[in-house]
C-alpha cells in the first residue's frame, strides 16, 4: 500500500494550500459577516482550474481523479467552508451529467461551465423531503416534446447563482423510486426562479436558496438517462461526491486543530504555556488522531471509486466520521482558545458554526448510521 | 526571445528552523521545501515576457534531484523546459554563477532573470557574479522591467536606498527581481498536469566542467542569543518615566 | 596578510554616513590580523568626500574623481575598484550593505576571483584565519564561516558596526587615474526618483518609530509620524503596512527590506512576525504597543503595553512632550 503523493499531488496540495492562505482565508471573515458571493474568490478558483474538477478532461474540465479531488478540497477545506461548499456543491450540481447524461448531453452542459466562470446546483432536498428523498413532491410530466417541471426545492447551495441545476422530480409518485427522474435545467430558462436566500449559522459564504419551478419547460433531450433513473443518478452522485464533504471536514478540523496548536504554545498562564497542562494536551492529542484517521477514510473512499469500485459504505463511513471528528475539533479548539475563541476576532467560533453543517448537508449523519447499520446487518 | 530563469529550492520561509545536533546544518525532517519566493517573481516576469513577446522561459535548477519538485513547480506555473544540473557538493555563489556561465553558453538567452537573494543563505551575489563573468550589464532588485519594442534593451526600475532609479541597459543582461516585481501566479490544475509532459533534462555538474570549489566554509551554525524578557507596562506615563531613568533613551 | 581596502559611497558630492561602518571593520580586522586600511571613493566633483574620509584613520584614501563616474553605474566601478585592490596591495575588500555595496561588491569579487561572503556582522581572528559572522535563514540563525580565498571581499552590515570617527589626522589622499566612457557602457543612468522626506534615514537613525497592519489605514499611519518627528526619529513599517498602501516602500523593515538597529525602536500595532523581527531584532531598546497580549513582538520587547493604539500614542506623545519640557 503505497501512501505517498505522487509528484502531481503534491504541486495540487501546495497550490491549493497558497490559494486558501493568501486568497480564502483573509476575507473568509468579510464573506461570513456579509454574506456576500465571494467573486474574486471564486474567479481565481475557476482559473486554477478548480471550479471544473469534476469535469472530465475531454469535455474540458480539469478531470481529477476523486482522490485528486479530496486532496483540493481538504485544502480549501481549512482557507474557509463556505466557500469550500459552493466549489464542491457545484461538482456536486454537475455530477449528474457525468453520471447520467450521453456523451452529446455532456458537451451541451458541462463544456459550458469551462469556458467561464461557473457554479451549479444540486436540486433535490425539498421542504418536506430531506432525508427521505421520496418524499418528493416535486413532478414532472411529459408534454409533447417538452417536460414541464413544478416544485419547490428547498436548502440548494448555489441556488441562486448557478449556471446549470440538475433537478430530481417525480413522474409517477405511485411508482416510488422507479418515477424518479433526473433533469439538467440551465439558468435562464423560464419557469426556473431563485427563492430567499438562506440566513444561516454558517458556511454563510455560501449563497442557499429555494429553487422554484413554476412550470419550467425543457425540451425532451435535457432528461437525463430515462424517466426512471433519477434515484439511481441521484444516489450514484451522492456516493461519488460523498467523499468530498469528509475532505472539506478534514480541512477544517485541520484548520482548528492547527490554530488550537499555536494557540497553546504562545498562551500563558500560571506562568506557562497552556499547552503544557494534560487537559489541553489530551484535546489536542484527540484532535491529531482523529484527523488522520478521517483522512485515512476519506482517501479510501475516494480511491474506491476511481478504482471502480462500490464506496457507499466507505464513503458513509467517512462522511459521518469525519463530521462528527470536525464538529468535536472546532468545540474544542473554541475550548482551547477560551474567552478569547468566544470572539469573532479569532477564527474558531467560524470554524465551530461551519462545522455543524457538515453532519446535516449531503446526507445527514443519522442517515449514514442508518445505511451504514443496514449494510452491516443484511440478512437481518 | 528566450528567458533563463534561475529557480533554488530553499526551506519554506515559514518554517521555524532548528540546528541539527552536529551544528552545521539545519534539522530537515519534516520540513517542507519551496521555490526561493523571489525566484518565483523572476518565473512570474518570464512568463509575462512569455505572454507579451513570445518569449521562451527555460529554468534552471542547481542541486539533488529533489530540486525537480521546484523545477516542476515553475513547470506549473507556465514555463516551457527545465534543466536540472545536478550536483552533491555544495556550491556557493560562485560556482551556482560559473555553472549557470555554462549553461548561458548552452542556452544564450537574451535575459537571465535571477531572484535577487535566496531566502536560505541571503548571499545576493550570483546574478552579480554571472553578469561579470560573462561581461554583459546587469539590473539588480528591480521592481519593474519594460523591454524595447525591438527587445534589444530594457528599461529596469531598481529599489535602492532612498529612491527608485531606472536604468536603461543592453541585453542580453542579468536582471534580478525584487519583492515588489509582481505577484507570483499559482499553478493551475491544468497547468500541473501539463508540466509533467515539458522537457526536462538533468546533466550532472561535472559534464560542465566547472572546476572551481567552493570557497565559503560553514564552520558552525548556530540559533543568536535569545533576548532577555521585557516587561510590560499598565500605562504610558510609567513607559515614559522608564525610557527616561531607566534605559535612558529619551 | 595583505591590506585592507574600504570601497566608501558618496551620493551627489555627500558621503554615506552607513561606509564608516565599513571603515570600523576594517580597522578592527587590520587591528587583530594586521595590514593597512586604505578607502576608496568614487564618482565626481567629490573632494569634499575624501578629505573627510581622510579623517577616518586610514593610511591612504584613494579618490577616482572623473565626470565619468558620476552616476554609478556596476561595471565600470568595479573596474576602478579592482585595480585599486591591485595597487594598494588589498587581500580584504570591504564595503558596507547598502543597495550599492550590494551591487558592486560581486562584480569586484568576480573581477579579483575572490571569494565574498555577505552582511558580515562580527568576527573573529583564531591562528591566522579569519572567522565571519553573517546571518542565514532571515536571521532566524548566525552562521560561523570562512573563505578559502587568498583575496577576501565582505560586505558589512551598518548596523554591526558603529560609524568610525572622522576626526583624526588627516590621512594621504591619492588620485587614482580614471578614464571611464559612459557612451561605451551597455547601461545607461536614466532618472532617479527620491522618496522625498525631511526625515532621517531609516538606517541611519536612532530612534525608529514603526507602523503595521493595525493602523489600517495611510490616514492613520500618521499617528506614527507624528510620533517620529517629535522624537525625531525615523518612520519604519511593515511589510503588511506597505502592502496595503500606508506608506512607500523603502520604509520596509524586516528580511526583506531594511535591517535597523537604532537606539530605541517603537513597534507599533506590529505582531512580530519572523520576517519583521529580522529587520530589528538587534535595536538597544524596544518598546511595544500592540492590543493583542500574545503578540510576538512582546518576547522581544524591553518594555511593552497592552492596549489600544489609538489611545496610547497620542497619550505618549502628550507624555514626551512633557517630559521633554
Same mark, same amino acid.
Given at each position: 500500500?503505497?501512501?505517498?503523493?505522487?509528484?502531481?499531488?503534491?504541486?495540487?496540495?501546495?497550490?491549493?494550500?497558497?490559494?486558501?492562505?493568501?486568497?480564502?482565508?483573509?476575507?473568509?471573515?468579510?464573506?461570513?459577516?456579509?454574506?456576500?458571493?465571494?467573486?474574486?474568490?471564486?474567479?481565481?478558483?475557476?482559473?486554477?482550474?478548480?471550479?471544473?474538477?469534476?469535469?472530465?478532461?475531454?469535455?474540458?474540465?480539469?478531470?481529477?481523479?476523486?482522490?485528486?479531488?479530496?486532496?483540493?478540497?481538504?485544502?480549501?477545506?481549512?482557507?474557509?467552508?463556505?466557500?469550500?461548499?459552493?466549489?464542491?456543491?457545484?461538482?456536486?450540481?454537475?455530477?449528474?451529467?457525468?453520471?447520467?447524461?450521453?456523451?452529446?448531453?455532456?458537451?451541451?452542459?458541462?463544456?459550458?461551465?469551462?469556458?467561464?466562470?461557473?457554479?451549479?446546483?444540486?436540486?433535490?432536498?425539498?421542504?418536506?423531503?430531506?432525508?427521505?428523498?421520496?418524499?418528493?413532491?416535486?413532478?414532472?410530466?411529459?408534454?409533447?416534446?417538452?417536460?414541464?417541471?413544478?416544485?419547490?426545492?428547498?436548502?440548494?447551495?448555489?441556488?441562486?447563482?448557478?449556471?446549470?441545476?440538475?433537478?430530481?422530480?417525480?413522474?409517477?409518485?405511485? +411508482?416510488?423510486?422507479?418515477?424518479?427522474?433526473?433533469?439538467?435545467?440551465? +439558468?435562464?430558462?423560464?419557469?426556473?426562479?431563485?427563492?430567499?436566500?438562506e440566513d444561516k449559522l454558517g458556511h454563510r459564504a455560501s449563497n442557499t436558496t429555494e429553487v422554484i419551478f413554476e412550470d419550467c419547460?425543457?425540451?425532451?433531450?435535457?432528461? !437525463?438517462?430515462?424517466?426512471?433513473?433519477?434515484?439511481?443518478?441521484?444516489?450514484?452522485?451522492?456516493?461519488?461526491?460523498?467523499?468530498?464533504?469528509?475532505?472539506?471536514?478534514?480541512?477544517?478540523?485541520?484548520?482548528?486543530?492547527?490554530?488550537?496548536?499555536?494557540?497553546?504554545?504562545?498562551?500563558?498562564?500560571?506562568?506557562?504555556?497552556?499547552?503544557?497542562?494534560?487537559?489541553?494536551?489530551?484535546?489536542?492529542?484527540?484532535?491529531?488522531?482523529?484527523?488522520?484517521?478521517?483522512?485515512?477514510?476519506?482517501?479510501?473512499?475516494?480511491?474506491?471509486?476511481?478504482?471502480?469500485?462500490?464506496?457507499?459504505?466507505?464513503?458513509?463511513?467517512?462522511?459521518?466520521?469525519?463530521?462528527?471528528?470536525?464538529?468535536?475539533?472546532?468545540?474544542?479548539?473554541?475550548?482551547?482558545?477560551?474567552?478569547?475563541?468566544?470572539?469573532?476576532?479569532?477564527?474558531?467560533?467560524?470554524?465551530?458554526?461551519?462545522?455543524?453543517?457538515?453532519?446535516?448537508?449531503?446526507?445527514?449523519?443519522?442517515?449514514?448510521?442508518?445505511?451504514?447499520?443496514?449494510?452491516?446487518?443484511?440478512?437481518? | 526571445?528566450?528567458?533563463?530563469?534561475?529557480?533554488?529550492?530553499?526551506?519554506?520561509?515559514?518554517?521555524?528552523?532548528?540546528?541539527?545536533?552536529?551544528?552545521?546544518?539545519?534539522?530537515?525532517?519534516?520540513?517542507?521545501?519551496?521555490?526561493?519566493?523571489?525566484?518565483?517573481?523572476?518565473?512570474?516576469?518570464?512568463?509575462?515576457?512569455?505572454?507579451?513577446?513570445?518569449?521562451?522561459?527555460? !529554468?534552471?535548477?542547481?542541486?539533488?534531484?529533489?530540486?525537480?519538485?521546484?523545477?516542476?513547480?515553475?513547470?506549473?506555473?507556465?514555463?516551457?523546459?527545465?534543466?536540472?544540473?545536478?550536483?552533491?557538493?555544495?556550491?556557493?555563489?560562485?560556482?551556482?554563477?560559473?555553472?549557470?556561465?555554462?549553461?548561458?553558453?548552452?542556452?544564450?538567452?537574451?535575459?537571465?532573470?535571477?531572484?535577487?537573494?535566496?531566502?536560505?543563505?541571503?548571499?545576493?551575489?550570483?546574478?552579480?557574479?554571472?553578469?561579470?563573468?560573462?561581461?554583459?550589464?546587469?539590473?539588480?532588485?528591480?521592481?519593474?522591467?519594460?523591454?524595447?519594442?525591438?527587445?534589444?534593451?530594457?528599461?529596469?526600475?531598481?529599489?535602492?536606498?532612498?529612491?527608485?532609479?531606472?536604468?536603461?541597459?543592453?541585453?542580453?543582461?542579468?536582471?534580478?527581481?525584487?519583492?515588489?516585481?509582481?505577484?507570483?501566479?499559482?499553478?493551475?490544475?491544468?497547468?500541473?498536469?501539463?508540466?509533467?509532459?515539458?522537457?526536462?533534462?538533468?546533466?550532472?555538474?561535472?559534464?560542465?566542467?566547472?572546476?572551481?570549489?567552493?570557497?565559503?566554509?560553514?564552520?558552525?551554525?548556530?540559533?543568536?542569543?535569545?533576548?532577555?524578557?521585557?516587561?510590560?507596562?499598565?500605562?504610558?506615563?510609567?513607559?515614559?518615566?522608564?525610557?527616561?531613568?531607566?534605559?535612558?533613551?529619551? | 596578510?595583505?591590506?585592507?581596502?574600504?570601497?566608501?559611497?558618496?551620493?551627489?558630492?555627500?558621503?554615506?554616513?552607513?561606509?564608516?561602518?565599513?571603515?570600523?571593520?576594517?580597522?578592527?580586522?587590520?587591528?587583530?590580523?594586521?595590514?593597512?586600511?586604505?578607502?576608496?571613493?568614487?564618482?565626481?566633483?567629490?573632494?569634499?568626500?575624501?578629505?573627510?574620509?581622510?579623517?577616518?584613520?586610514?593610511?591612504?584614501?584613494?579618490?577616482?574623481?572623473?565626470?565619468?563616474?558620476?552616476?554609478?553605474?556596476?561595471?565600470?566601478?568595479?573596474?576602478?575598484?579592482?585595480?585599486?585592490?591591485?595597487?594598494?596591495?588589498?587581500?580584504?575588500?570591504?564595503?558596507?550593505?547598502?543597495?550599492?555595496?550590494?551591487?558592486?561588491?560581486?562584480?569586484?569579487?568576480?573581477?579579483?576571483?575572490?571569494?565574498?561572503?555577505?552582511?558580515?556582522?562580527?568576527?573573529?581572528?583564531?591562528?591566522?584565519?579569519?572567522?565571519?559572522?553573517?546571518?542565514?535563514?532571515?536571521?532566524?540563525?548566525?552562521?560561523?564561516?570562512?573563505?578559502?580565498?587568498?583575496?577576501?571581499?565582505?560586505?558589512?552590515?551598518?548596523?554591526?558596526?558603529?560609524?568610525?570617527?572622522?576626526?583624526?589626522?588627516?590621512?594621504?589622499?591619492?588620485?587614482?587615474?580614471?578614464?571611464?566612457?559612459?557612451?561605451?557602457?551597455?547601461?545607461?543612468?536614466?532618472?532617479?526618483?527620491?522618496?522625498?522626506?525631511?526625515?532621517?534615514? !531609516?538606517?541611519?537613525?536612532?530612534?525608529?518609530?514603526?507602523?503595521?497592519?493595525? !493602523?489600517?489605514?495611510?490616514?492613520?499611519?500618521?499617528?506614527?509620524?507624528?510620533?517620529?518627528?517629535?522624537?525625531?526619529?525615523?518612520?519604519?513599517?511593515?511589510?503588511?503596512?506597505?502592502?496595503?498602501?500606508?506608506?512607500?516602500?523603502?520604509?520596509?523593515?524586516?528580511?526583506?527590506?531594511?535591517?535597523?538597529?537604532?537606539?530605541?525602536?517603537?513597534?507599533?500595532?506590529?505582531?512580530?512576525?519572523?520576517?519583521?523581527?529580522?529587520?530589528?531584532?538587534?535595536?538597544?531598546?524596544?518598546?511595544?504597543?500592540?492590543?493583542?497580549?500574545?503578540?510576538?513582538?512582546?518576547?522581544?520587547?524591553?518594555?511593552?503595553?497592552?492596549?489600544?493604539?489609538?489611545?496610547?500614542?497620542?497619550?505618549?506623545?502628550?507624555?514626551?512632550?512633557?517630559?521633554?519640557?
Amino acid at each position: 500500500m503505497d501512501f505517498t503523493l505522487t509528484e502531481e499531488q503534491k504541486a495540487l496540495q501546495d497550490t491549493a494550500r497558497k490559494f486558501a492562505r493568501e486568497v480564502m482565508a483573509p476575507v473568509a471573515r468579510k464573506h461570513d459577516e456579509t454574506g456576500e458571493q465571494p467573486v474574486e474568490v471564486l474567479e481565481k478558483a475557476f482559473e486554477l482550474g478548480f471550479l471544473t474538477e469534476g469535469i472530465p478532461a475531454e469535455y474540458g474540465g480539469s478531470g481529477l481523479s476523486r482522490l485528486d479531488s479530496i486532496i483540493l478540497t481538504e485544502e480549501l477545506g481549512a482557507g474557509c467552508a463556505g466557500m469550500t461548499t459552493s466549489m464542491m456543491a457545484t461538482t456536486l450540481g454537475l455530477t449528474p451529467v457525468v453520471i447520467g447524461g450521453s456523451d452529446e448531453q455532456k458537451k451541451r452542459f458541462l463544456t459550458p461551465l469551462t469556458e467561464k466562470r461557473s457554479l451549479a446546483a444540486f436540486c433535490l432536498t425539498e421542504p418536506e423531503a430531506g432525508s427521505d428523498p421520496l418524499g418528493s413532491t416535486t413532478t414532472v410530466k411529459k408534454v409533447g416534446n417538452d417536460y414541464v417541471i413544478n416544485g419547490i426545492k428547498r436548502f440548494i447551495s448555489n441556488g441562486a447563482v448557478s449556471e446549470l441545476y440538475t433537478v430530481f422530480a417525480t413522474v409517477d409518485k405511485s +411508482k416510488g423510486a422507479k418515477g424518479f427522474c433526473a433533469l439538467a435545467v440551465p +439558468k435562464g430558462t423560464p419557469g426556473l426562479s431563485a427563492g430567499k436566500e438562506e440566513d444561516k449559522l454558517g458556511h454563510r459564504a455560501s449563497n442557499t436558496t429555494e429553487v422554484i419551478f413554476e412550470d419550467c419547460k425543457v425540451s425532451a433531450d435535457h432528461m !437525463l438517462g430515462k424517466e426512471g433513473d433519477g434515484f439511481k443518478i441521484a444516489m450514484a452522485t451522492l456516493d461519488r461526491t460523498r467523499p468530498a464533504v469528509a475532505a472539506l471536514a478534514v480541512g477544517l478540523a485541520r484548520a482548528a486543530m492547527e490554530a488550537a496548536i499555536e494557540y497553546s504554545k504562545l498562551r500563558k498562564q500560571f506562568g506557562m504555556p497552556i499547552g503544557m497542562f494534560q487537559a489541553i494536551q489530551f484535546m489536542i492529542a484527540d484532535m491529531g488522531m482523529q484527523i488522520e484517521a478521517a483522512r485515512l477514510l476519506t482517501c479510501l473512499s475516494a480511491w474506491l471509486i476511481d478504482q471502480g469500485l462500490k464506496n457507499s459504505l466507505q464513503s458513509s463511513y467517512a462522511k459521518c466520521f469525519a463530521s462528527d471528528v470536525a464538529m468535536k475539533a472546532t468545540t474544542d479548539a473554541v475550548q482551547i482558545f477560551g474567552g478569547y475563541g468566544y470572539t469573532k476576532e479569532y477564527p474558531v467560533e467560524k470554524y465551530m458554526r461551519d462545522a455543524k453543517l457538515l453532519q446535516i448537508y449531503e446526507g445527514t449523519n443519522e442517515i449514514q448510521r442508518v445505511v451504514i447499520a443496514r449494510e452491516l446487518l443484511k440478512g437481518i | 526571445m528566450k528567458v533563463l530563469v534561475t529557480v533554488k529550492r530553499v526551506p519554506d520561509p515559514e518554517a521555524k528552523l532548528k540546528v541539527d545536533p552536529e551544528g552545521k546544518g539545519i534539522v530537515t525532517q519534516g520540513l517542507k521545501f519551496v521555490v526561493n519566493p523571489f525566484d518565483e517573481i523572476a518565473i512570474e516576469e518570464g512568463l509575462k515576457m512569455k505572454e507579451k513577446h513570445k518569449a521562451e522561459v527555460v !529554468l534552471v535548477s542547481i542541486g539533488k534531484k529533489d530540486s525537480t519538485e521546484q523545477l516542476r513547480t515553475g513547470l506549473a506555473m507556465g514555463a516551457d523546459r527545465a534543466i536540472l544540473v545536478l550536483t552533491d557538493d555544495g556550491a556557493d555563489s560562485e560556482v551556482v554563477a560559473r555553472i549557470l556561465t555554462k549553461v548561458y553558453e548552452m542556452e544564450k538567452p537574451d535575459i537571465v532573470l535571477m531572484g535577487k537573494q535566496a531566502v536560505d543563505d541571503d548571499m545576493n551575489q550570483a546574478g552579480q557574479l554571472l553578469a561579470e563573468y560573462l561581461g554583459i550589464p546587469q539590473a539588480t532588485f528591480a521592481s519593474k522591467v519594460e523591454l524595447s519594442a525591438d527587445l534589444k534593451s530594457a528599461k529596469v526600475t531598481r529599489e535602492i536606498d532612498g529612491g527608485m532609479e531606472t536604468l536603461e541597459i543592453q541585453l542580453p543582461a542579468v536582471i534580478t527581481a525584487d519583492l515588489r516585481l509582481n505577484t507570483p501566479r499559482y499553478a493551475s490544475l491544468p497547468g500541473i498536469m501539463k508540466a509533467k509532459t515539458k522537457p526536462f533534462k538533468e546533466i550532472p555538474a561535472a559534464e560542465l566542467g566547472v572546476q572551481v570549489k567552493p570557497k565559503v566554509k560553514i564552520l558552525k551554525l548556530e540559533e543568536p542569543p535569545k533576548r532577555k524578557g521585557g516587561i510590560k507596562v499598565e500605562t504610558v506615563q510609567e513607559l515614559v518615566l522608564k525610557l527616561k531613568n531607566e534605559a535612558k533613551v529619551l | 596578510m595583505g591590506n585592507i581596502l574600504v570601497i566608501a559611497e558618496q551620493s551627489k558630492g555627500s558621503l554615506k554616513k552607513a561606509s564608516l561602518s565599513a571603515v570600523t571593520f576594517a580597522k578592527s580586522l587590520a587591528g587583530k590580523a594586521g595590514g593597512e586600511v586604505h578607502i576608496l571613493v568614487m564618482g565626481s566633483g567629490i573632494d569634499s568626500v575624501a578629505k573627510e574620509l581622510a579623517g577616518c584613520g586610514a593610511k591612504k584614501v584613494w579618490v577616482a574623481d572623473d565626470p565619468g563616474l558620476k552616476d554609478y553605474l556596476a561595471p565600470a566601478c568595479a573596474q576602478v575598484a579592482a585595480q585599486v585592490a591591485k595597487d594598494c596591495g588589498a587581500s580584504v575588500v570591504a564595503a558596507t550593505v547598502t543597495a550599492m555595496g550590494k551591487d558592486l561588491l560581486p562584480r569586484v569579487a568576480a573581477k579579483l576571483g575572490a571569494g565574498m561572503l555577505s552582511d558580515i556582522i562580527d568576527f573573529v581572528v583564531e591562528g591566522g584565519n579569519i572567522i565571519f559572522k553573517r546571518p542565514v535563514y532571515a536571521g532566524s540563525i548566525v552562521a560561523h564561516v570562512s573563505l578559502e580565498s587568498d583575496l577576501k571581499v565582505v560586505s558589512v552590515r551598518g548596523t554591526a558596526f558603529e560609524a568610525a570617527k572622522k576626526d583624526g589626522a588627516p590621512a594621504e589622499i591619492s588620485k587614482v587615474s580614471v578614464s571611464v566612457d559612459p557612451s561605451q557602457s551597455k547601461m545607461k543612468f536614466v532618472n532617479f526618483e527620491e522618496y522625498k522626506s525631511v526625515r532621517p534615514e !531609516l538606517t541611519e537613525a536612532s530612534i525608529v518609530v514603526s507602523g503595521g497592519r493595525g !493602523l489600517k489605514s495611510a490616514e492613520n499611519f500618521k499617528i506614527i509620524e507624528g510620533l517620529a518627528d517629535l522624537l525625531g526619529g525615523a518612520v519604519g513599517a511593515t511589510r503588511a503596512a506597505v502592502d496595503s498602501g500606508f506608506c512607500p516602500n523603502d520604509l520596509q523593515v524586516g528580511q526583506t527590506g531594511k535591517v535597523v538597529a537604532p537606539t530605541l525602536y517603537f513597534a507599533i500595532a506590529i505582531s512580530g512576525a519572523i520576517q519583521h523581527l529580522a529587520g530589528m531584532k538587534d535595536s538597544k531598546v524596544i518598546v511595544a504597543i500592540n492590543k493583542d497580549p500574545e503578540a510576538p513582538i512582546f518576547q522581544v520587547a524591553d518594555y511593552g503595553i497592552v492596549g489600544d493604539l489609538f489611545k496610547a500614542v497620542p497619550e505618549l506623545v502628550e507624555e514626551i512632550k512633557k517630559a521633554k519640557a
